[in-house]
């Protein structure tokens, strides 16, 4: 065969998904439709389930699980793409109850990479939140837009403080010194500058935004050539 026939021929495409592959779950009280390859590359326990040395299936074809099926729920996404799960809320925190229930099911169905993400507590890495804290003066945060993931808390207070007073009494010069020209020295003479202690109202502006890595929650090529995080 010549270089210029090789170059021709069509490139060979993937085997495509057939219709064989497809399988039903009920998982409890829920019915997942899914694939065979999606549960078996990256579970052990259904690489047995389907080896053929056991019929499982029901009359229908369907398979029975008898497992909860809210929490296999999250074990197909894992399958699926690979995504390490977060349960975060901004006002509670991780959901340590529903981690340490997904860790037991990752365990059953033989899921090494995500029992041991769970194990590891990765997810407290993969949730990242920043503070922010500023104390203002006339501060006026009423018209301030903020992304969802930003929380704002305002805390007001009193501090006193010596504020300057005009030697002509403008109002406008009040705290501001360096505003007084040539004929508010001329009137304050030699005196020294006049201040008075007065409450001044401030606030701490505390901004709170939460992010999630994207990276820290996506499986590694090969996770047991990687350290276990402290």
Avoid at 27 to 35: I, Q, W
Avoid at 135 to 149: A, I, K, M, Q, T
Wanted: glycine content about 6%; proline content about 5%; overall charge negative.
């Amino acid at each position: 065969m010549s270089e210029q026939d090789r170059e021709s021929e069509p490139v060979p495409s993937p085997p495509a998904q057939t219709s064989d592959d497809r399988v039903i779950l009920r998982v409890g009280d829920r019915r997942f439709t899914t694939t065979k390859s999606t549960l078996t590359d990256g579970s052990d326990w259904f690489r047995a389930f389907f080896s053929g040395r056991w019929n499982h299936a029901l009359m229908d074809g369907a398979y029975f699980i008898d497992a909860d099926g809210d929490l296999f729920e999250h074990i197909l996404r894992y399958l699926r793409r690979k995504v390490f799960p977060i349960f975060y809320d901004n006002a509670k925190g991780h959901d340590h109850a529903m981690y340490l229930a997904l860790m037991k099911e990752a365990e059953y169905y033989q899921i090494e990479p995500l029992r041991r993400w769970i194990e590891d507590k990765s997810y407290r890495t993969a949730v990242v939140v920043w503070y922010s804290v500023k104390v203002c003066r006339n501060y006026d945060g009423s018209n301030e837009l903020f992304p969802s993931n930003h929380e704002i808390q305002h805390i007001p207070f009193f501090e006193e403080e010596q504020v300057y007073i005009c030697p002509r009494g403008i109002a406008l010069h009040r705290g501001r010194p360096g505003a007084c020209g040539k004929q508010c020295k001329k009137v304050q003479g030699d005196t020294e500058d006049i201040y008075v202690t007065e409450e001044v109202l401030k606030m701490v502006v505390i901004e709170k935004r939460t992010t999630i890595l994207r990276d820290s929650c996506t499986e590694l090529a090969d996770w047991s050539d990687q350290d276990t995080p402290l």
